[in-house]
């Protein structure tokens, strides 16, 4: 098992950036994939992008070419740097990790994009 802990979020312009990092609660070393998911209002959790214990990535098609995510091992953290914001990216973000025991969660930082 492993606690994960979300920072970044916030309220931003259409067209702005964000930075979200998640932490863990131990080394990341053998955790198979980091990722971040998202849930707007009213819709089903989905899938943003992650990243594998051998740093391949993998992007929803609504993100690519704006998100990018990132593992470091050092810091037992993944980051999700998130340019060219739009109202639609508006939703709680959540850490994911996945290994052995199954998956992991983090509490949900709060994303939004409004004028």
């Known amino acids: 098992q492993v606690q994960l802990v979300e920072s970044g979020g916030g309220l931003v312009q259409p067209g702005g950036s964000l930075r979200l990092s998640c932490t863990a609660s131990?080394?990341?070393?053998?955790?198979?994939?980091m990722g971040w998911y998202r849930q707007a209002p009213g819709k089903q959790r989905e899938l943003v992008a992650d990243i594998t214990i051998h740093y391949n990535t993998n992007y929803a098609d609504s993100v690519k070419g704006r998100f990018t995510i990132s593992r470091d091992n050092a810091k037992n953290s993944v980051v999700l740097q998130m340019n060219s914001l739009k109202p639609e990216d508006t939703a709680v973000y959540y850490c994911n990790a996945k290994g052995p025991w199954g998956a992991s969660w983090g509490q949900g930082t709060q994303v939004t994009v409004s004028s």
């Open positions: 131990r080394n990341i070393f053998s955790i198979s994939s």
